[in-house]
Each structure stands twice: as structure tokens, then as C-alpha cells.
């Protein structure tokens, strides 16, 4: 399962409220990918890191801030949590099979509710 | 920009073959990739191509033709457990994947 855990599961939460969903990987992993997925949209990548302190923007980002003080673990914060961020919010590293190409391996994922 | 379609949903009978397409206009191409989504639950990875051509693994095949920047995935001997969401993605530059939205799978008996 490529050693990776997000918390918390679920999550319901007011709109204004600030919320920060963690991932952590146990493999050291240098790649690590937040995503959203929302019905007629597929998965939308929101932030993604390359290393320690290391991030950037993916399509999606506004709204949304992360930070990766340690390899293993990558933190998604939403400042002011809106409804249009309800969403589930799946985590992803990408692992390398020896050769050329890297697959992302998912997280269980966070269901977050913004009422 | 980016772009990639798929079918919203099909509906197969269990025992069949049935292919799932996928087109795709990317900025750059590095990959397509498929991926299996049971409801509720996170993709897992099936299968990759880089080069052009046809990809086998067990009931599942995956074919790739970058000149025409399609793809499909072929699933043989169907079975219900198989009715899932599938997922083509575009590994573009870097390590940037873009998804498409997914087609719904249902298999009945």
C-alpha cells in the first residue's frame, strides 16, 4: 500500500474554519501530491512537493496551502474552509518501478464536509 | 492546454470483454496511465504505457497510440467484482499526472 496514511478520515466542519489534513508516507518517498475529487471532475491536483520545504502549485491550489517540514509527512491546510471545498482529498506519492516511468500509489483518502 | 476524455459510464456482461477509450491532448506526454476506483475507496494502478502499442497484464490490456493520443483498456472475462470507476491519466512533464473523469463500470450477471 505504499506505506501511506492520511487523517483523518472523515471531517464536517463550518464555513471560515481553518482545517489542515495530513499525510504521511513511511517509504521516503520524494514526490508527494495532494488531490481533490468531485463528481464530472475526476482527481485535480491541488499542491504537490519534490522534497523538504519544497512545493508547488497545481491546478487547483487556490484556497488551499501546504507545508513538508519532514520527508514523510505532507500537511494540506485550507485557511478558511468554503463549501465549494467539500470535496474528498486523497494523498499520492509517485514510486518508480527501477526503470523510466513513476506511478502515483494513493492514500485512503479524507472526506471533508464545509457546512 | 489540457484535455482528456473519457466515456461517462458503460455497462457490460459478466463473462464479456469490453474496452474503455481515452483521448487526450496534454502539453506534454511522459506516459498514460489506468487506474481501478471501487466506489468509496482510493485508485489503485493497473497499467502503463509510454512507448505505442499494446500492454498485457493478466484479463487486463492496455493499448496506446501517442501519434492519435488515444488509449484504451481492455478487460476480458469480466467480472462483477470489476464494475468500478476506471481512470486514464497523462503523466505530461515533470511530475505533474493529469486525470480524466473517469468512466463508471457496471458489470451485470
Known amino acids: 500500500d505504499a506505506g501511506i496514511t492520511q487523517s483523518p478520515r472523515h471531517k464536517v466542519t463550518e464555513t471560515g474554519t481553518p482545517v489542515t489534513l495530513r499525510c504521511h508516507q513511511t517509504e521516503n518517498h520524494r514526490y508527494m501530491y495532494w488531490y481533490r475529487q468531485d463528481p464530472g471532475h475526476g482527481l485535480r491536483l491541488i499542491h504537490y512537493?519534490?522534497?523538504?520545504?519544497?512545493?508547488d502549485k497545481g491546478e487547483v491550489s487556490d484556497g488551499y496551502s501546504v507545508s513538508r517540514s519532514k520527508t514523510e509527512d505532507f500537511l494540506l491546510t485550507l485557511e478558511s474552509a468554503t463549501s465549494s471545498q467539500t470535496s474528498v482529498y486523497f494523498c499520492a506519492i509517485s514510486e518508480g518501478d527501477g526503470g523510466v516511468v513513476e506511478k502515483l500509489f494513493f492514500g485512503s483518502g479524507t472526506q471533508l464536509s464545509v457546512l | 492546454g489540457q484535455n482528456i476524455d473519457q466515456p461517462t459510464e458503460m455497462t457490460a456482461t459478466e463473462g464479456a470483454i469490453v474496452q474503455i477509450n481515452c483521448t487526450y491532448q496534454t502539453s506534454g506526454f511522459n506516459g498514460l496511465f489506468w487506474y481501478q476506483q471501487h466506489a468509496g475507496e482510493a485508485p489503485t494502478f493497473l497499467s502503463y504505457n509510454v512507448l505505442d502499442g499494446l500492454e498485457e497484464k493478466g484479463r487486463f490490456s492496455s493499448f496506446l497510440s501517442r501519434s492519435k493520443g488515444y488509449s484504451y483498456l481492455l478487460l476480458k472475462e469480466l467480472q462483477m467484482k470489476d464494475s468500478a470507476s476506471y481512470l486514464c491519466?497523462?503523466?505530461?512533464?515533470?511530475?505533474?499526472?493529469?486525470f480524466g473523469p473517469g468512466t463508471r463500470l457496471s458489470v451485470l450477471p
Open positions: 491519466a497523462v503523466k505530461d512533464y515533470g511530475q505533474n499526472f493529469v
Open positions: 512537493s519534490y522534497g523538504v520545504k519544497d512545493t
